[in-house]
């Protein structure tokens, strides 16, 4: 053990694995302090990675160098393209991963950097607030470091629940960390508490598989990582199926016995994704819901049913997985069960993820009152790398909105936190036509490489890629089809990558993903612009009152959370309803929309002014 270590991460989650591997790119000595580290790079939920705007996060994190992209990758079972139903800046890459497999792929990056592991609890801070001086160990006693990443994920005095069961754990078979959190509370820091909940796991030869829909893994090339990472031959194919009349009646005659219902848990849960019990309350309506039947692993005994999240008692929990069709004699290894947890409040934290009443202290994951594995790798990234900089005396780094969804998730937690564990949206992002998941190297290669947190090798393929994308939009201004210049010719709807290389033969030999990149930016550079020009006059929201409005309920242009919360708060201007946490950009989109189409009806029934 070193006298003092330049960076100390609590936790080796999906946050304190970016944030070791990151801080040690900008040259510092590092040490992970885990609870257990067996566990490092856990998927405490799906065994999934990616998903709409969650996937773009992953490809920011990879031309950021980080290592969620490859092991990803590597550690692949099947994958799909999200919402190709929509265009292709809100496409979402999802892999669905081997569990155990993905760990261990972390775990041997960790060994790989040379960044020391330490199982311990880590039970306070040590120092004062405004400079702390390394973290009190259960076992190690002291260790002295010059900054503190705390990614401690659900462990923060987390509790288990399910039925009547209730216990001490950040997740099962793990401690709660409640001296750290004790610790924090008494140097008066604000903490709140959120929850979430896991579905039960079953054993997959107890199920009629050939009762179930298939979902095919899609045949692709693509990978997270910008760096060509080999596509493993394991394949695996996922299922679908879906609750009926009896699963909801199980749920309605087991309500009394949810903890949520029955008000034991007092956290709030992700509206998004809530428990099954949840939606048939709030949904009592839908007599069919969708379950994705997803393999653990490759040959992997047991099935996770996602969408069938519980925290009923077991007995609830079995008959309702066995009313699903082929699931008649199905056995769970595993039962479901909710977590709730402390997370620090949102006016703790700056925009570089450091504590702010602190010097040297930063946090990460989902403590930051996040959900997903993708928003704690994301952030997890960043305070790493300012933990190292702060460490080396060096400018901090910050992502703005326009820069990544990583920029625009910092910005919202930190600006005004979230009611709810906030999970990363592409409605959440104003420019999401520029913040694509296929140009995150060229967004982003500039700062990793100004920030110092880019090795030799992705410094040079991304360098590479930009160079690359520089001759494709050479040959595209230079060239021409039909008299027409070619960047122009290629925004017209329905010209695709094929057409295009039919045009210009000097395209033929480009890198496949960076000409498509390439095309998008001219296909969309229209809507970019105009979206730059109404970021511009958004410092004017505070001139539009929202006085008028008799009622939120029924405006279609806005999503139904955004209704809710706005019906309770009911502020005054757009300006204000910006800083409510739950409103999205695109929720005051939709606002100026209805604002616009109602403005007339109303100055000619009261003579009131919208604007
Ligand atoms: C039951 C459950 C259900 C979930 N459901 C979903 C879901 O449906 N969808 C979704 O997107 N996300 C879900 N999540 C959340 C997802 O697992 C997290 O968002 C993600 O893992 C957070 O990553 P993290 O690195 O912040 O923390 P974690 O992955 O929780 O890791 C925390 C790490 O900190 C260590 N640690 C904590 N305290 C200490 C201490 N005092 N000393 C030493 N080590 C410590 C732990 O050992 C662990 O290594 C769920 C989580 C749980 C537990």
């Known amino acids: 053990m070193k006298e003092e270590w330049d960076v100390i991460v609590i936790g080796g989650g999906h946050a304190g694995i970016e944030a070791a591997l990151a801080a040690r790119r900008t040259g510092c000595s590092v040490v992970l302090i885990s609870a257990n580290t067996r566990r ?17 996060i992953v490809r920011e994190i990879d031309a950021l160098d980080g290592s969620m992209a490859r092991s990803a990758d590597a550690t692949r079972l099947h994958f799909r393209m999200l919402n190709r139903r929509k265009g292709p800046a809100v496409w979402g890459p999802r892999v669905q991963s081997d569990a155990a497999e993905y760990a261990r792929a972390q775990q041997l990056c960790i060994g790989n950097n040379r960044i020391e592991i330490l199982e311990d609890e880590v039970t306070a801070l040590e120092g ?14 002291s260790i002295k470091g010059k900054t503190v990443v705390i990614a401690a994920g659900t462990f923060l005095k987390g509790r288990l629940f399910r039925g009547d069961e209730h216990w001490k754990g950040g997740r099962i078979g793990d401690i709660s960390a409640d001296s750290l959190e004790k610790d924090l509370v008494k140097r008066m ?28 893994s899609e045949k692709t090339n693509f990978t997270f990582s910008y760096g060509k990472s080999p596509i493993p031959e394991n394949e695996e194919v996922c299922y679908v199926t879906y609750t009926n009349r009896r699963t909801m009646d199980i749920a309605k005659e087991n309500l009394h016995r949810s903890p949520l219902l ?17 939606k048939v309350v709030k949904f009592p309506e839908r007599l069919s819901h969708k379950i994705y039947v997803e393999p653990m692993g490759y040959r992997s005994r047991h099935f996770y049913l996602n969408g069938l999240s519980s925290s009923l008692p077991r007995e ?20 479901g069960y909710a977590v709730e947890y402390s997370y620090l409040h949102f006016a703790e934290m700056d925009a570089t993820l450091r504590l702010r009443r602190t010097d040297n202290v930063f946090a990460a994951g989902q403590i930051c009152g996040t959900s997903g594995y993708e928003e704690a790798a994301g952030l997890g990234l960043i305070a790493g790398a300012n933990a190292g900089r702060f460490a080396k005396n060096l400018e901090p780094l910050r992502l703005s909105r326009m820069d990544a969804y990583i920029g625009v ?17 592409s409605s959440r992002a104003e420019n999401r036509l520029h913040l694509r998941q296929d140009n995150a190297d060229r967004r982003l290669y500039r700062t990793g490489n100004r920030f110092g947190i880019l090795s030799e090798v ?24 039909n008299g027409i210049q070619m960047s122009k010719w290629c925004r017209r709807p329905g010209i695709s990558i094929g057409s295009v290389i039919k045009e210009a033969n000097s395209l033929v030999d480009k890198d496949e993903g960076v000409l498509t990149s390439v095309l998008l930016d001219e296909k969309y550079s229209g809507y970019i612009e105009r979206n730059l020009r109404r970021s511009e006059s958004k410092k004017n929201l505070e001139k539009i009152s929202l006085r008028d409005i008799p009622s939120y309920m029924k405006i279609d242009e806005i999503c139904w959370e955004a209704r809710e919360v706005l019906e309770r708060e009911r502020p005054e201007t757009l300006a ?11 929720d005051l989109q939709g606002l100026l929309i209805y604002l616009g189409r109602k403005r007339s009806t109303w100055n000619n029934s009261s003579g009131g002014e919208a604007q």
Do not use: W
């Open 409 to 425: 998730m910092i910005d919202d937690i930190v600006s005004k936190g979230a009611d709810e564990p906030y999970r990363m949206f």
């Open 576 to 586: 204000r309803a910006e800083k409510i946490p739950g409103i999205r950009p695109t």
């Open 458 to 481: 992705k410094k040079k393929l991304l360098a590479g890629n930009i160079e690359e994308a520089d001759t494709i939009r050479k040959i595209l201004e230079t060239e021409t089809v």
């Open 128 to 141: 004062s607030t405004a400079k702390v001086a390394g973290v009190r160990c259960r076992k190690n006693g």
């Open 316 to 335: 609830a929990q079995e008959k309702m997985a066995r009313s699903l069709p082929g699931f008649e004699r199905a056995e769970i290894s595993d039962y």
């Open 262 to 278: 029955a008000g034991r848990i007092e956290g709030t849960g992700p509206r998004y994704c809530p428990s099954f019990e949840d």
């Open 189 to 216: 820091f604000h903490v709140e508490r959120f929850k979430t909940g896991t579905p039960s796991r079953i054993v997959r030869n107890t199920v009629k598989i050939e009762e179930l829909e298939v979902q095919e």
């Open 40 to 56: 490092i790079g856990e998927m405490s939920c799906n065994p999934a990675i990616g998903g709409i705007a969650k996937g773009t």
